[in-house]
């Protein structure tokens, strides 16, 4: 049991832990990832923390060329575009999260069904650090 | 959800206007809507007095991000002389008027008003494309952004989803983009005016002149994989698969279905109205389908009584080529997966059985966010009032037809059916 409260907020500060954190419904067992403090299911709001194995599969991604104002700051553009998608984790809810570690300029190349192990990537320095969650192929995980 | 719906009250639709849509450097909402709204006045077969109109619902997803300026309500009341006549601004993202025609629908059917301005307006195109799509990324999910979807991205993971699962595939996208820009050059107030063929047939005039190598296209399908003429902006979802970045203004009139009339001996009435919220890529049941498009589809049919097949023609939110083609099976024109294949057939070309997108869609008509959703019903009006011109629907007997509009990533739609009696 982990007593914090049921917020994007701590589950944030759980990724920094390198954590990746749900929440279930103690009433119907649903799991959220990331978590909801009330359950769509049974709206029952008893939620306690769990934590992930962070593995999941491709469920949709996409290789983007054109990006937002952050990720053109991290380097990303027409050239060298980055891959974002959906994954379903083997625990079953579906988190979209940066998919690391593929051929973006050969989007054909990667598959949707790969297995992937969570990737906690950080992200700028100093007080701007911040971790963004991401996936990287099982195949091709750097550990 | 499984209740049948009915309004307290009918309602018609007894005028419609909306600006010319395009990227205008030297007019702001207001001018816009005005245009709109005059054009609105004068449809009205016997005459609109403004003093009577009751109250305005405007929908805008976001000018006080792409032009820094909020509260349209009341601006554009007292812009279009109608002072003090309450004025509320509806937003749902890009279906923010679809909601503002339903709430004026609501106004009307509770008995408390008889004639309602509804519309909306979007002025997008004064900031840098940048902008514009930080601007749009703000109806996605915080989880989104952060996993740095933009919108075309977001559209783009659906379509990996749906490609893997039915087998379709780029090519069948671009059937859908040949289609609206066939459709759109027969639409004065379209913003693009050319097919892709004429287009090709320009860019290789151009290089000839210029003494450069000529491009040897052989079909538009040719033209549309050649990355250098519709480079990748999300993959697999490339320049010719988004809609383009437009201002505009659409304005409807709303009365009383006992009144209606008074107004015009042509109305139209509200068969069907449904709305539904949904989630967002990282939660909603499925990838391959819309669960808001679904059950407001759901709730329209159930109250109009009518079924898929008795709509004869439909405006469908194609912000994206690939939503154009879930939004059909959504809405049950089609068996989940046979969309594309219906669309290779012809079948929702102007000359085919079940016409889409008939004004050339969000994809060449343009799409100021704001304004899309009564736009789509100002082109079903059109078509039910055989005022279409060159695009008129070829159906004999042309009574009833409906606008889709989506909003965001699919967290807010509406089916509206309207009727010709």
């Given at each position: 049991?982990?007593?914090?409260?049921?917020?994007?907020?701590?589950?944030?500060?759980?990724?920094?832990?390198?954590?990746?954190?749900?929440?279930?419904?103690?009433?119907?067992?649903?799991?959220?990832?990331?978590?909801?403090?009330?359950?769509?299911?049974?709206?029952?709001?008893?939620?306690?923390?769990?934590?992930?194995?962070?593995?999941?599969?491709?469920?949709?991604?996409?290789?983007?060329?054109?990006?937002?104002?952050?990720?053109?700051?991290?380097?990303?553009?027409?050239?060298?575009?980055?891959?974002?998608?959906?994954?379903?984790?083997?625990?079953?809810?579906?988190?979209?999260?940066?998919?690391?570690?593929?051929?973006?300029?050969?989007?054909?190349?990667?598959?949707?069904?790969?297995?992937?192990?969570?990737?906690?990537?950080?992200?700028?320095?100093?007080?701007?650090?911040?971790?963004?969650?991401?996936?990287?192929?099982?195949?091709?995980?750097?550990? | 959800?499984?209740?049948?719906?009915?309004?307290?009250?009918?309602?018609?639709?007894?005028?419609?206007?909306?600006?010319k849509f395009d990227?205008?450097?030297?007019?702001?909402?207001?001018?816009?809507?005005?245009?709109?709204?005059?054009?609105?006045?004068?449809?009205?077969?016997?005459?609109?007095?403004?003093?009577?109109?009751?109250?305005?619902?405007?929908?805008?997803?976001?000018?006080?991000?792409?032009?820094?300026?909020?509260?349209?309500?009341?601006?554009?009341?007292?812009?279009?002389?109608?002072?003090?006549?309450?004025?509320?601004?509806?937003?749902?993202?890009?279906?923010?008027?679809?909601?503002?025609?339903?709430?004026?629908?609501?106004?009307?059917?509770?008995?408390?008003?008889?004639?309602?301005?509804?519309?909306?307006?979007?002025?997008?195109?004064?900031?840098?494309?940048?902008?514009?799509?930080?601007?749009?990324?703000?109806?996605?999910?915080?989880?989104?952004?952060?996993?740095?979807?933009?919108?075309?991205?977001?559209?783009?993971?659906?379509?990996?989803?749906?490609?893997?699962?039915?087998?379709?595939?780029?090519?069948?996208?671009?059937?859908?983009?040949?289609?609206s820009h066939?459709n759109a050059p027969l639409n004065p107030k379209a913003q693009y005016q050319v097919?892709?063929?004429?287009?090709?047939?320009?860019?290789?005039?151009?290089?000839?002149?210029?003494?450069?190598?000529?491009?040897?296209?052989?079909?538009?399908?040719?033209?549309?994989?050649?990355?250098?003429?519709?480079?990748?902006?999300?993959?697999?979802?490339?320049?010719?698969?988004?809609?383009?970045?437009s201002?505009?203004?659409?304005?409807?009139?709303?009365?009383?279905?006992?009144?209606?009339?008074?107004?015009?001996?042509?109305?139209?009435?509200?068969?069907?109205?449904?709305?539904?919220?949904?989630?967002?890529?990282?939660?909603?049941?499925?990838?391959?389908?819309?669960?808001?498009?679904?059950?407001?589809?759901?709730?329209?049919?159930?109250?109009?009584?009518?079924?898929?097949?008795?709509?004869?023609?439909?405006?469908?939110?194609?912000?994206?080529?690939?939503?154009?083609?879930?939004?059909?099976?959504?809405?049950?024109?089609?068996?989940?997966?046979?969309?594309?294949?219906?669309?290779?057939?012809?079948?929702?070309?102007?000359?085919?059985?079940?016409?889409?997108?008939?004004s050339g869609g969000?994809k060449c008509k343009g799409?100021?966010?704001?304004?899309?959703?009564?736009?789509?019903?100002?082109e079903?009006?059109?078509?039910?009032?055989?005022?279409?011109?060159?695009r008129?629907?070829?159906?004999?007997?042309?009574?009833?037809?409906?606008?889709?509009?989506?909003?965001?990533?699919?967290?807010?739609?509406?089916?509206?059916?309207?009727?010709?009696?």
């Amino acid at each position: 049991m982990v007593d914090r409260p049921i917020s994007d907020y701590q589950f944030e500060r759980f990724l920094e832990k390198e954590k990746l954190m749900g929440a279930r419904c103690t009433a119907c067992g649903t799991l959220f990832v990331p978590p909801r403090a009330i359950c769509t299911q049974c709206h029952g709001s008893a939620m306690e923390w769990v934590e992930t194995k962070g593995e999941g599969k491709l469920a949709a991604f996409t290789c983007i060329a054109i990006g937002p104002p952050a990720m053109i700051e991290e380097g990303y553009n027409r050239n060298n575009p980055y891959c974002t998608g959906a994954v379903e984790l083997a625990e079953g809810p579906r988190v979209v999260a940066r998919i690391e570690g593929v051929d973006t300029l050969r989007p054909e190349t990667i598959k949707i069904g790969m297995p992937l192990k969570v990737a906690f990537l950080r992200r700028g320095t100093g007080e701007d650090l911040r971790i963004v969650l991401g996936f990287t192929p099982v195949d091709d995980c750097c550990g | 959800m499984n209740k049948k719906r009915k309004l307290g009250r009918g309602v018609a639709m007894v005028g419609a206007g909306m600006s010319k849509f395009d990227m205008f450097t030297d007019r702001d909402s207001k001018d816009l809507f005005a245009e709109a709204f005059l054009q609105m006045g004068d449809s009205v077969d016997k005459g609109l007095d403004p003093n009577d109109i009751d109250a305005l619902y405007i929908g805008n997803f976001t000018n006080d991000f792409f032009a820094h300026q909020s509260h349209w309500g009341a601006i554009l009341s007292d812009s279009l002389g109608l002072i003090p006549k309450p004025a509320t601004r509806v937003e749902g993202a890009c279906a923010s008027s679809a909601l503002a025609f339903r709430e004026g629908v609501f106004a009307i059917a509770s008995g408390f008003y008889d004639v309602v301005l509804v519309g909306g307006v979007e002025d997008m195109s004064k900031g840098n494309t940048e902008t514009v799509a930080e601007g749009l990324a703000l109806a996605a999910s915080p989880y989104e952004r952060k996993a740095g979807f933009t919108f075309p991205g977001i559209f783009a993971a659906i379509a990996t989803a749906y490609f893997e699962k039915y087998g379709a595939s780029r090519e069948d996208l671009m059937n859908i983009t040949i289609k609206s820009h066939d459709n759109a050059p027969l639409n004065p107030k379209a913003q693009y005016q050319v097919t892709i063929r004429e287009m090709m047939g320009a860019k290789i005039k151009r290089a000839k002149e210029k003494g450069g190598a000529v491009p040897d296209w052989s079909d538009e399908k040719d033209f549309l994989r050649d990355p250098i003429a519709n480079p990748t902006i999300a993959w697999p979802l490339h320049l010719f698969d988004c809609c383009p970045i437009s201002d505009g203004a659409a304005c409807i009139l709303l009365v009383g279905e006992e009144i209606a009339k008074h107004f015009t001996d042509e109305p139209l009435y509200v068969a069907g109205i449904g709305q539904a919220s949904g989630r967002g890529l990282n939660a909603a049941d499925d990838l391959t389908y819309f669960e808001a498009t679904r059950s407001a589809a759901k709730e329209a049919y159930q109250m109009s009584g009518l079924t898929p097949a008795d709509i004869q023609f439909a405006e469908v939110h194609d912000c994206f080529s690939i939503v154009e083609l879930l939004h059909m099976e959504d809405l049950g024109f089609f068996e989940p997966g046979e969309s594309y294949k219906a669309v290779a057939d012809g079948l929702t070309r102007l000359d085919g059985p079940k016409p889409i997108n008939t004004s050339g869609g969000l994809k060449c008509k343009g799409h100021p966010v704001g304004a899309t959703g009564a736009a789509q019903l100002i082109e079903v009006w059109e078509q039910l009032r055989n005022k279409a011109g060159n695009r008129g629907v070829p159906i004999e007997g042309l009574r009833i037809g409906a606008a889709h509009n989506l909003g965001g990533t699919g967290g807010t739609c509406t089916f509206t059916i309207l009727e010709r009696r």
